[in-house]
């Protein structure tokens, strides 16, 4: 009994974490805001091929060329 009472206290200290930190979108390592005005904000987004971003979010509506 005891072992399952340890169990389930793991499980439920490892689903009780909080989810991954939400960074804003220029605050990624990797992304840098290139221009910004009050019509347009232009963001350098130099990620590697394999390689990923934090989660982020967009303050504003965005278009990707």
Do not use: C, E, W
């Amino acid at each position: 009994m005891k072992a399952l009472i340890n169990f389930l206290l793991v499980v439920v200290l490892l689903f009780s974490q909080a989810g991954p930190k939400v960074v804003p979108v220029g605050d990624n390592p990797g992304i840098t805001l290139f221009f910004q005005n009050k019509y347009v904000r232009v963001i350098d987004a130099a990620i590697a091929p394999g390689d990923t971003t934090l989660f982020h979010t967009h303050s504003v509506n965005n278009v990707r060329l």
